[in-house]
Each structure stands twice: as structure tokens, then as C-alpha cells.
């Protein structure tokens, strides 16, 4: 294990608390620690200071470290370079906003999810779609020569299947 001095030193994890609410959560990072669920606890303290850095003036810190602790909880790294989920300043208060993949990553760790597929259909391509006894159902024939252009998309989906036999779209 990474020792609290070495995740604390600037050389561990690249970042500096420099705004109230980032000095906050270094402060109370020890008791936050202890509820880190899932995640390199380096890689976690340094997105959630680099974050809080972000957080100006009028933002409670106190409400800085119970979003931490909160992300914590639920082992998702905050930040754009995962899209996980984001720390997001409302009403001086700091909010816990978690994303589709937040939400996807949650649902594999808690094993309700068995897989997951989604797609765009594009100008030209044919989708089915239709219901039968055994659930909903969409067949998608993709050109070979596919233009991704988000011009050319129409529409998108996710088909996905469930670990106790359920599946959706």
C-alpha cells in the first residue's frame, strides 16, 4: 500500500491544493480514505484536488469533502479524462453529478449488468425494430464504408442484458 505521506507529497500525485475547498479535502483526505471503494487511492485524491482546485470563491469547503466522500462511496474518479462523474459548484454547495458511464460503471461493479452494447445509426443504414414474446428486439445492418460524421448520424441506441436473464434496449 501507498503510505498517506506518499500520496500527500506533490511528487505522488502531481497536484497541489491550492483553492479552500482543495485544502479542505487535503486536510480530511485521511477520514475520506477509509471509504475509497474500488480505486487507486492516488489516481482518486489527485482528481478530486485537481477538481476542488477548480471551485472559486463562495463554495463551502465542507461541502467539498462530503462530495469527495461521497464519490468515495461509490468508487467513481471524478473529472473530464474519465467522464465518470463531476464535482459541480451549485448554490455555494458542491454537487456530485455522475454520468451514463458513471452510472454503467456502477451497474458492472454491482453485477447487474452482464454486457453492453451501444451504437449510431447513420444516414442509409436500415434498423428494425419490433417486440415478440421474448422482449424487445432491433436488428442493424451497418454499411461496411461507414461515415461518422456526427452530420450523418440519425439515431443511437444500447442494447444491453442483465446477469439474471433480463435484457433491454
Known sequence: GISWEAIMSEGASGIVARSEC???????????RE??????????????????NGMGEGVRPGSAVVAM??????????GSALKL????P???MVSVVIGYRGYVELAFAGSFLKDLH?????????????KDETGPRLLHEVGLERNEDIDNVIGAYCIYHTRNGGRGI
Open 90 to 92: 451549485f448554490k455555494g
Open 69 to 78: 466522500k461521497n464519490l468515495a462511496l461509490v468508487g467513481l474518479i471524478p
Open 85 to 88: 462523474a463531476w464535482f459541480i
Open 118 to 130: 451501444s451504437d449510431v445509426v447513420l444516414r442509409g443504414e436500415e434498423v428494425r425494430y419490433w
Open 35 to 52: 471509504f475509497l471503494k474500488g480505486c487507486d487511492p492516488v489516481q482518486f485524491y489527485a482528481a478530486c484536488i485537481a477538481e476542488m
Open 22 to 32: 482543495a485544502k479542505s479535502c487535503e486536510r480530511e483526505w485521511p477520514r475520506v
